[in-house]
C-alpha cells in the first residue's frame, strides 16, 4: 500500500520560511517524480514544483527562486523550502509520486499517488 505522508505546514509570517516534508512508503521512491501541488478553497489545485528521479526540477512561474524541492532517495522522502512566504502561498500543499517518465509533471492528473495535504497560512 502507497502512502504519503506530509508534514512541516503551520503558521508563520510574511518573509518567513517553512520546510515541508513527505514521506513515501510503499513504492519504488527513486523510480518516481515527486510533485508539490497547492490548493485553496474554492479554486483549482495549483502546479508548484516537481523534481524526476534524476533530480531535475521544474517551478512554477509564482514560486521561482524562493521554493527549493529536494529528495533524499536513501530516506524515501521529498522536502520542499519555502522562503520569502507571501500570504498568497497560503493554501493546502499535497505531495504527489508520479510512475510515469516525460512530460506532464504539471498536470495533477498524471500523478498516481497524493498524500493528504499539510495547511500553510502565511499571515500579512
Known amino acids: 500500500q502507497v502512502q504519503l505522508v506530509e508534514s512541516g505546514g503551520g503558521l508563520v509570517q510574511a518573509g518567513g520560511s517553512l520546510r515541508l516534508s513527505c514521506a513515501a512508503s510503499?513504492?519504488?521512491?527513486?523510480?518516481?517524480?515527486m510533485g508539490w501541488f497547492r490548493q485553496v478553497p474554492g479554486k483549482e489545485r495549483e502546479f508548484v514544483v516537481a523534481?524526476?528521479?534524476?533530480?531535475?526540477?521544474y517551478y512554477a512561474d509564482s514560486v521561482k527562486g524562493r521554493f527549493t524541492i529536494s529528495r533524499d532517495n536513501a530516506k524515501n522522502t521529498v522536502y520542499l523550502q519555502m522562503n520569502s512566504l507571501k500570504p498568497e502561498d497560503t493554501a493546502v500543499y499535497y505531495c504527489?509520486?508520479?510512475?510515469?517518465?516525460?512530460?506532464?509533471?504539471?498536470?495533477?492528473?498524471?500523478?498516481?499517488?497524493w498524500g493528504q495535504g499539510t495547511q500553510v497560512t502565511v499571515s500579512s
Open positions: 504527489a509520486a508520479r510512475r510515469a517518465t516525460g512530460w506532464g509533471y504539471r498536470d495533477g492528473g498524471s500523478y498516481d499517488y
Open positions: 510503499g513504492l519504488t521512491f527513486s523510480g518516481y517524480t
Open positions: 523534481i524526476r528521479s534524476g533530480g531535475s526540477t
